[in-house]
């Protein structure tokens, strides 16, 4: 369940109007959307995208076709603001002084302080009729102030006014940090922008300390400005489903295609499942996955692969030499590809992604090639558990069967997951492994576990040709391999040993 404000009504009076913000990500965060006729204070840093939200905002009201008032105190210029606007794909030069006012309040609030900017903004908002507005350089106003008092004053009296006037409003100031301020308290909404440096890596989240008549999303969000704008990334673990997960459908299972591995599993895995593949490097993982992928392919299943190291061609011409068909499906849509090389990236931005396709798509069957890639582009990796389980949880929701793999010590004799309790939110478990017999190594796979299915929790050989996949369908092979090993380990634990405990076999040559 989301994890919102407690201090906010479950549910809102039938007299509020929310108007949404045209910003991707913001409206859900906020609960729906701005409250109409609300007086807001965004603060940040320089440069942590301040005056594009806000911005980006009034040009999606103007868009709608209402008008928008731009007052300025001291910022930069309106010709290097509109300059610096320009390069938006929301910016619409058509709009400017016909439905984007923009208007400097510098003047008014130095010949008549803070009751002199009032009165500027009541006689411009009485002759213009926006229904929405923006206050940038309100850092001005604050210094302006004789008092707090005074300071408080003018926010009760402005949020009175705006409310009379249905108009909007917007305040944006310097990030205050713990520094208390009176509008604090006075304004029905308070949002934060933020930028920090992880490394040589830098974040911008964003965060609602409070609002007003919302039940909004609590905690950081992150967020990237691009030329279309601010696009922001609610937190998956803090969304609500809009309806429960379905219980397991049982009776209805997935293949692989391999048959005598489908046997061993009872017949395929339970559908809206969540399976991990954990081997070592080499051992498997991705072409069992593909190969998952190609059954559902065969059954006119839309499919999905995410991977991090494999660009799509590579990964399909690397299928095709192993007999796994995947060019075809590729090419009409059937199957789609997420590539994402691993180099800086946000882990919201991926999960978003990721989900968005699985619903435009109407994916059934979801690969998720490399959990180590999600911890790669986690901030904050004590979210990627976290992050992982509200994932799967999103996926199961839409109805999709998720595959996602995970690499294991290639000498390891322990074998640990990834993102520490991640086999919580995990139906089934696969384990591939290598093995020695005569010098030569040979792949073993066996069944960690398989809710809600009986299973052989034999080790079978797992091999790969040119012929494809195949795993024995006995045992016997995969015994002789983990026999051969266990004697050796015997004979060498007879061996007498040299000093420090060492195996010694020959004599030192002199």
């Not at 939110?425 to 809600?452: A, C, M, P, Q, T």
Request: neutral net charge; glycine residues 10%.
């Amino acid at each position: 369940m989301a994890k919102r404000s407690s201090n906010q009504p479950p549910k809102e009076s039938n007299s509020i109007v929310r108007i949404a913000t045209g910003v991707p990500g913001l409206d859900t965060v906020l609960g729906g959307g701005l409250v109409e006729n609300g007086l807001y204070l965004i603060e940040g840093m320089a440069g942590t995208g301040k005056t594009i939200l806000s911005s980006q905002i009034c040009f999606h009201q103007v868009h709608e076709g209402k008008k928008v008032l731009f007052v300025t105190l001291i910022a930069e210029s309106h010709a290097k603001l509109l300059q610096h606007l320009g390069s938006m794909a929301y910016f619409d030069p058509e709009a400017v002084s016909k439905s984007f006012i923009l208007l400097s309040g510098y003047d008014a609030l130095t010949a008549g302080g803070l009751q002199g900017f009032l009165e500027f903004i009541a006689g411009t908002v009485r002759e213009h009729r926006p229904s929405f507005m923006v206050v940038d350089g309100f850092r001005t106003a604050r210094q302006a102030r004789e008092t707090e008092l005074g300071l408080s004053e003018f926010i009760h009296q402005l949020n009175a006014f705006i409310t009379g006037s249905r108009c909007t409003t917007v305040l944006l100031a310097p990030f205050s940090g713990s520094e208390p301020h009176p509008e604090h308290t006075l304004v029905d909404g308070l949002i934060e922008l933020n930028h920090y440096a992880s490394g040589m890596r830098r974040t911008r989240e964003i965060e609602v300390h409070k609002l007003r008549a919302a039940n909004h999303l609590v905690g950081k969000h992150t967020f990237e400005i691009t030329e279309q704008g601010v696009v922001i990334f609610p937190r998956l673990e803090a969304l609500q489903a809009d309806a429960p997960v379905s219980p397991l459908d049982t009776q209805a299972r997935l293949a692989f295609g391999i048959a005598s591995f489908d046997r061993i599993i009872d017949g395929g895995l339970v559908a809206g499942s969540v399976t991990t593949i954990l081997g070592p490097p080499g051992a498997g993982k991705t072409l069992l996955g593909l190969k998952f992928l190609e059954d559902g392919l065969r059954n006119h299943e839309r499919c999905l692969y995410l991977g991090f190291y494999e660009p799509p061609q590579r990964l399909v011409g690397k299928a095709k030499q192993l007999g796994i068909a995947l060019g075809p499906a590729l090419k009409s849509g059937e199957l789609q590809v997420i590539w994402q090389p691993p180099v800086e990236q946000s882990l919201d931005e991926l999960g978003h992604r990721l989900l968005e396709t699985v619903r435009t798509s109407q994916i059934k069957r979801v690969f998720l090639d490399g959990i180590e890639g999600f911890c790669a582009a986690a901030v904050h990796l004590e979210r990627v558990t976290f992050f992982m389980a509200a994932l799967t949880n999103h996926l199961r929701k839409l109805g999709t069967t998720t595959l996602f793999s995970e690499e294991t010590d290639l000498y390891g004799a322990e074998i640990r997951h990834t993102a520490f309790g991640v086999s919580a939110f995990i139906e089934n478990v696969i384990l591939l492994r290598y093995g020695e017999l005569r010098s030569r190594l040979y792949r073993l796979i066996s069944i960690i576990k398989l809710r809600e299915s009986s299973y052989d929790s034999a080790v079978h050989e797992f091999s790969i040709s040119s012929r494809g996949l195949d795993v024995t369908a006995s045992f016997q092979s995969a015994e002789n391999i983990l026999a051969d090993k266990s004697q050796i380990l015997k004979a060498r634990s007879r061996l007498p040993t040299g000093k420090g405990g060492r195996t010694s076999t020959t004599k030192r040559a002199r």
